[in-house]
């Protein structure tokens, strides 16, 4: 999808609605707005239900204040016409009240960004603005301030949160990445206390992407190919409808023979992937063109170690990345399907994917299918894609069925005998 060159009313509708889908707003909660070429302002209209918007809904406000539309615009124009003024490179503004970051504004703290590498990569430092009433000029003031600050995110004391960019994909991916970080926070202090990256830990994550692969214009596509393009995108909009994947974060690929493999694209929104967007490794070379995933090294050595792996799934699942950044160990015993998927889940230090790949490569068997990197990522595998995603969502729901037990009682594994049973009943080694 070419975001850039839709419409400014069109863009507004396409994310309000994603906000609303995703329960990160409520119906009559929100705004967004573009500033395009002209100076005018294109923003959501007040009180109108944010789940069926559409296109003649969005308020066009002129740079003289003249408001084109048959609405009147959000009560929060104020701050995204102050927003503009301060900060010429900011061409887009969202505001909203997802629930973790709502939590947040309530105890008047800024989530930890931290405790992974993506949200600190996509949101940069982020502000905390002082309570005014919403709609005020005292608002927008206060947030202002903070915006000069070269702040692009702002949590907005007992309201909600804004962020902007040149952009308004950009300005919702930092809104949607952050408010991850913020979820995974809370869930995972159920655990124990989420441990945040050193500055050192950050600048390893930041090495991850500096691949030399060349490129290859390929010059056909079989049919088994094509296939598998199709299925690799189907699997990676329903992780992300899951909430297993976000539209920054999230890898899929699949083995196409002994050296060649097909790869998610880096910076594609994974909610809008197209089979035309997945990038094709042979050896040493990429699909001309296209940019692979950052993991794209991991996943080739992992295919040349092991031939019984035909796909590989790397996410950031916010239950089983409680467990990852709190450094609490995970049991699979907790049912039967649970430990028949996922087996000893291993797990491995921060930066190991990145700094010893070989040592995560070599983790990988029948026996433990699955490995956690602390404070990065979980990676299953699979002899299909359908087989590496299960184990994806099981060990996900493993993670969220260990942590809600956690909160009503004492937690029974089965035992060693009934593991054995489960063993020889499925022919487990």
């Known amino acids: 999808m070419n975001f850039n060159v839709m419409h400014p009313a069109e863009q507004i509708v396409l994310l309000i609605n994603r906000v609303y889908q995703k329960?990160?707003?409520t119906t009559?909660?929100?705004?967004?707005?573009?500033?395009?070429?002209?100076?005018?302002?294109w923003i959501t209209p007040s009180g109108i239900d944010k789940g069926s918007l559409s296109p003649s809904d969005i308020c066009k406000v002129l740079p003289d204040g003249t408001v084109i539309g048959k609405y009147k615009p959000s009560v929060e124009l104020p701050f995204h016409k102050l927003v503009y003024k301060t900060r010429p490179d900011v061409s887009a503004v969202l505001h909203a009240h997802p629930p973790a970051l709502v939590s947040y504004s309530l105890i008047r703290e800024i989530p930890n960004a931290n405790i992974i590498p993506t949200p600190h990569q996509v949101c940069g430092p982020v502000g905390i603005a002082k309570y005014e009433v919403p709609g005020s000029e005292a608002l927008a003031k206060r947030i202002v301030t903070e915006i000069k600050k070269g702040f692009n995110v702002v949590v907005m004391e007992n309201h909600g949160v804004i962020t902007c960019a040149d952009n308004l994909f950009e300005a919702f991916k930092r809104f949607e990445t952050l408010n991850f970080a913020a979820s995974l926070g809370i869930t995972a202090s159920i655990l124990g206390k989420p441990e945040g990256l050193t500055d050192e830990q950050l600048q390893i994550y930041n090495t991850k992407g500096q691949h030399t692969l060349g490129e290859f214009?390929?010059?056909?596509?079989?049919?088994?190919e094509r296939k598998l393009r199709k299925e690799m995108c189907a699997l990676i909009h329903r992780a992300y409808d899951q909430g297993l994947f976000t539209s920054?974060?999230?890898?899929?690929?699949?083995r196409l023979n002994a050296h060649t493999f097909l790869i998610t694209p880096y910076g594609v929104d994974r909610k809008y992937i197209e089979p035309e967007d997945i990038v094709r490794i042979e050896h040493e070379w990429r699909?001309?063109?296209?940019e692979p995933s950052r993991s794209v090294r991991l996943h080739k050595l992992i295919?040349?170690?092991h031939p019984e792996i035909n796909a590989i799934t790397v996410a950031q699942p916010e239950h089983i990345m409680a467990f990852g950044v709190t450094h609490t160990e995970i049991d699979s015993r907790t049912i039967p399907e649970s430990y028949i998927n996922i087996r000893d889940l291993a797990r491995v230090p921060f930066g190991t994917n990145i700094t010893d790949p070989e040592k995560l490569s070599s983790?990988?068997?029948d026996r433990s299918p699955v490995v956690l990197v602390e404070n990065d990522?979980?990676?299953s595998t699979g002899t299909t894609l359908i087989n590496a995603f299960d184990r994806l969502e099981v060990a996900e729901f493993t993670a969220n069925t260990i942590i809600h037990a956690k909160m009503i009682g004492d937690i029974v594994m089965i035992n060693e005998k009934e593991v054995e049973d489960i063993n020889k009943a499925f022919h487990l080694k």
């Not at 909660?29 to 002209?38: C, K, P, R, V, Y």
Request: net charge negative; hydrophobic share 30%.
């Open 28 to 41: 009559s909660g929100g705004n967004l707005s573009i500033m395009d070429s002209e100076g005018n302002i």
């Open 377 to 379: 990522s979980v990676i």
């Open 303 to 305: 295919y040349d170690e």
């Open 363 to 365: 983790l990988l068997s």
């Open 217 to 224: 214009i390929p010059t056909d596509y079989s049919s088994e």
């Open 248 to 254: 920054t974060q999230g890898t899929f690929s699949v």
């Open 23 to 25: 329960g990160l707003t």
């Open 287 to 290: 699909e001309a063109g296209k």
